[in-house]
């Protein structure tokens, strides 16, 4: 696997290499950058993987729906994620820093994180979550000074793979 810091080009590409498995790659033209796979066909949880670190992603609540972002084998959040209805949300970090995911275009399913200050990070362009789900994502110039840009493309990912199975009505990943 290839670091992000180590890659040329700001547009990057999730894909599904096989369908009807929870299992995705993103890539930089042929590099691998990152897999985001589900632990079990049901449920929430999933494990993300860079040459930057590994996470782990689980969504939880009903009425307050979150996600809890942690590093494989510790049982403390290294992070939590606030989702709403419209599935924009605050992502805080234990020490204190906050990014928010906002949707940029209803009709095209764009969206994005930024900072606290709004400066955008890595948008998510034109998910395609029918049959092998694939999608586009573009680190803008404040993406390469951070080095949560990683856990963040991985995130970003999973919610909207969240967020298509929820549109469809799928039990596939129900916590």
């Known amino acids: 696997m290839k670091r992000f810091a180590d890659i040329e080009s700001n547009e990057l590409v999730w894909d599904q290499p096989k369908h009807f498995r929870m299992e995705y790659e993103l890539r930089a033209g042929d590099e691998l950058l990152a897999t985001l796979v589900w632990e079990k066909p049901t449920g929430s949880l999933a494990h993300a ?95 390469s000074e951070s080095t949560r840009t990683p856990l963040l493309a991985c995130l970003g990912w999973y919610l909207l793979i969240l967020m298509a199975a929820d549109t469809v009505n799928q039990n596939v990943i129900i916590s």
């Open 49 to 143: 993987t860079t040459a930057d670190g590994e996470w782990t992603f689980k969504r939880g609540g009903f009425l307050r729906p979150h996600v809890n972002i942690r590093i494989p084998g510790n049982s403390d959040d290294l992070a939590a994620m606030e989702i709403n209805l419209s599935g924009a949300g605050t992502l805080r970090f234990t020490e204190g820093a906050i990014y928010r995911w906002l949707s940029t275009s209803f009709w095209t399913g764009a969206w994005e994180f930024v900072t606290d200050d709004k400066t955008p990070l890595i948008r998510f362009r034109n998910p395609q979550m029918i049959g092998q789900a694939k999608g586009t994502i573009i680190l803008e110039e404040a993406a």
